[in-house]
């Protein structure tokens, strides 16, 4: 089930673990929505995973998806 954080309107689904710094998925189906209104978003981000990462921007896929 999706989890919403109400401070900042990120929504999780999948599988995570949580931290006060931290935030990582637990599975390769996991997901990240980030709501956000401004010219440039950082994200860190770091894993083991050999599926990709893929970034979408409204709706649309955002580059090429890139393994971290």
Known sequence: SARKDPDDGVTL???WSTEEERIT???DTSTL???FN???VYL???GSSEK???VKLD???YGEPIKI
């Open 25 to 27: 998925s637990q599975s």
């Open 13 to 15: 689904t999948g599988k």
């Open 59 to 61: 709706g649309k896929e």
């Open 44 to 46: 860190v981000m770091g």
């Open 33 to 35: 929505t980030l709501p």
């Open 52 to 54: 990709p990462v893929t």
């Open 38 to 40: 401004a010219g440039k």
